[in-house]
Structure formats: C-alpha cells, structure tokens
C-alpha cells in the first residue's frame, strides 16, 4: 500500500477501523486534520504488512469495542489484551451483548413479570410468588 496520508490510503488501512465511538470515527474533512491520527496512520505504515491475527483484533474487539458503562468492565479490554499477548482473536468475544448466565437468569424473571403486570395477573399468581421469592433473594 502507498504510505501517503490521503483518504484513500487511510481508509484501506487498519488504523482506520479502530475508533467506532471517538472523535476519530468521522469524515475525512475532520480526520485529516487530526495529527495524532496522522501518526498513528504513519507507524501502521512503518509497520509495513499487520499481521492477520492484528488485523481481526482490531476489526472485531477494539472497533467495536463498548463505549458505554459495561457492567463487564474492564473484561472486554482485559480480552484484547490477552489477544494480543497470545497473538490470535478468540472465539467469542466480549461485546455489548455478553452477559453471564446468572444476569441472563434474572433478567428472565424482570421480563416474565413485566410481561404478567401488562396482563393484569393477580399479584398472588403462583409463578410471581416464586419469581418474586427469587428476585427478593438477590
């Protein structure tokens, strides 16, 4: 790839996928701009060839990585750091979306009461008496 910092050459490079959710997620007008970018951008370069197993971090743990307050965290920056000590992108990785079982538990029993309040069900009903007894335990 020719290393000259333009939109093309920054937009085939793998730098340019790592910032869903910052300032540098934005329009070539505003990126070019930036210089720290632009170093950034030129030590890709000064890189030469980024490994696969690089490559396939960036594009599927640090581009997508949660901006907002994830109960999880640090755990998906804790990934990619083992990622990249053991030089490959796991299996499953960590996103927005990951919850642990005990979290996906309760919230089945938050859902299965929303669900029978907006049906009218009796407070008394044995399946809330339970998932109450559940929720209380928590």
């Known amino acids: 790839m020719d290393r000259e910092w333009c939109k093309e050459n920054y937009e085939r490079s793998i730098t340019s996928h790592a910032w869903a959710g910052v300032p540098y997620h934005a329009d070539w007008e505003e990126i070019q701009r930036y210089s720290q970018l632009r170093a950034i951008f030129g030590e890709e370069m000064a890189l030469g060839a980024v490994p696969n197993w690089a490559?396939?971090?960036v594009d599927r743990m640090i581009g997508?990585?949660?901006?907002?307050?994830?109960?999880?965290?640090?755990?998906?920056?804790?990934?990619?750091?083992?990622?990249?000590?053991e030089e490959k992108c796991p299996e499953f990785v960590c996103g927005c979306y990951t919850a642990d079982s005990?979290?996906?538990?309760?919230?089945?029993?938050?859902?299965?009461?929303?669900?029978?309040?907006?049906k009218n069900a009796p407070l008394e009903a044995e399946p809330l008496v339970h998932a109450h007894s559940l929720l209380s335990s928590e």
């Open 102 to 118: 005990e979290h996906k538990l309760l919230m089945s029993y938050y859902v299965y009461c929303l669900d029978a309040w907006l």
């Open 55 to 57: 490559a396939e971090i």
């Open 64 to 85: 997508p990585l949660p901006t907002c307050g994830h109960y999880t965290f640090p755990h998906p920056v804790l990934q990619i750091c083992e990622a990249i000590g």
